[in-house]
C-alpha cells in the first residue's frame, strides 16, 4: 500500500501552454496518442510521437517506466517530464540548440508519480546525427556539422548544463544542418567541471569512418570545443581515455552478465 510521502511535490504541476486544440485529457492519454499520432518516434518504456494540431505538429513524449524501482522512488525526485523542461529552458537560456518547449505536466497520486508528459514543438525534415552520418555525408558537410556541434556542447557545458546520455541518436539535424539536442530527461545543471564534461563527451561516436578519417573527425571535432570551453585542457586526449573507460566497464558488465 502506497503511503503519502508528502516531500513537498505538488499533486498537479503544470507549465507551458497547450495548443488550444489539444485536450489535456487526451495527451496524457497513451492510448489516445497511440490513436492520433502521424509519426512514432519511440515505444518502449516511453511512447514519443508526434501529433498534429491547426498551429502545427508537436512532439509527445509520455513517460514510462523501466522498473518499479524508478516508480517507487517517484515521490523523492521530480518527473522526468519536469527535467526535461527545466533542461531545455536552460539550454535555450544558453543558446543552445533544442526544439522549443511547448507544455509539461506531472500528476502525482501520493506524492508517486502517475503521469508525466513534456511537449516541445516538432522539427521538420529531420534526422539523428547517427542516421546522417551513416549516409556517409561529404566531408565539408561533416565538418559544418562538427563545428556546430562543438559550439553548442561548449555552450550548454560553460552553462553548467549536462546532458548525461550524449549518444549521437540524441542530437537531431534539420534540413540546414542546425543542431538540435533532445531526450534531455537525464539532465542536470550543476557548477562546470572539466571530469563532467569529459563523462559528457565520451558517448559522442564520430563514424562509421575509415580509421583515418575517423581520427581527422574526432581532432577537428576537439580542437572547435576547445576554441569555446572555459577550461584549458587537452580535450582530446581526455576523450580518448574517457572513451577506453566506459569501454573496459562495458566489458566488465557483459562478463558478469554471462555469469548469470
Known amino acids: 500500500m502506497a503511503l503519502n510521502l508528502g516531500v513537498g511535490f505538488p499533486s498537479i504541476l503544470e507549465v507551458g501552454t497547450l495548443p488550444t486544440d489539444l485536450d489535456k485529457a487526451n495527451i496524457i ?11 512514432v518516434f519511440d515505444t518502449n518504456p516511453n511512447f514519443v510521437c508526434e501529433v498534429p494540431s491547426l ?6 513524449k509520455w513517460f514510462g517506466w523501466r522498473s518499479p524501482f524508478h516508480y517507487y522512488i517517484s515521490p523523492f525526485i521530480k518527473s522526468r517530464a519536469q527535467v526535461s523542461w527545466d533542461i531545455a529552458n536552460a539550454m535555450k537560456d544558453s543558446g543552445v540548440g ?7 505536466c506531472t500528476f502525482r497520486e501520493k506524492g508517486y508519480i502517475k503521469e508525466n508528459v513534456f511537449i516541445t514543438t516538432a522539427i521538420h525534415n529531420h534526422q539523428t546525427l547517427r542516421a546522417w552520418l551513416r549516409s556517409y555525408p561529404d566531408e565539408d558537410n561533416v565538418k559544418i556539422v562538427l563545428s556546430k556541434l562543438a559550439d553548442n556542447l561548449s555552450r550548454m557545458h560553460n552553462a553548467g548544463i549536462f546532458h548525461n546520455d550524449l549518444t549521437i ?3 537531431l539535424l534539420d534540413d540546414e544542418l542546425e543542431i ?3 531526450d534531455l530527461n537525464r539532465g ?17 561516436f564520430f563514424g562509421p569512418a575509415e580509421k583515418n578519417e575517423l581520427d581527422n573527425r574526432i ?17 582530446e586526449s581526455g576523450y580518448q581515455k574517457e572513451r577506453a573507460k ?4 562495458k566489458k566488465i558488465k557483459r562478463r558478469i552478465k554471462l555469469l548469470f
Request: proline fraction near 3%; aromatic fraction near 16%.
Open 29 to 39: 492519454d497513451i492510448n489516445w496518442l497511440k490513436e492520433k499520432n502521424s509519426k
Open 98 to 104: 533544442t526544439p522549443n518547449t511547448v507544455f509539461m
Open 169 to 171: 541518436g540524441n542530437i
Open 246 to 249: 566506459r569501454d573496459k566497464i
Open 219 to 235: 581532432s577537428f571535432f576537439f580542437k572547435e570545443y576547445g576554441k569555446y570551453i572555459q577550461f584549458n585542457l587537452d580535450w
Open 55 to 60: 498551429s502545427g505538429n508537436y512532439v509527445v
Open 180 to 182: 538540435y539536442l533532445v
Open 188 to 204: 542536470e545543471q550543476i557548477a562546470p567541471k572539466t571530469n563532467k564534461c569529459l563523462k559528457d563527451l565520451s558517448k559522442l
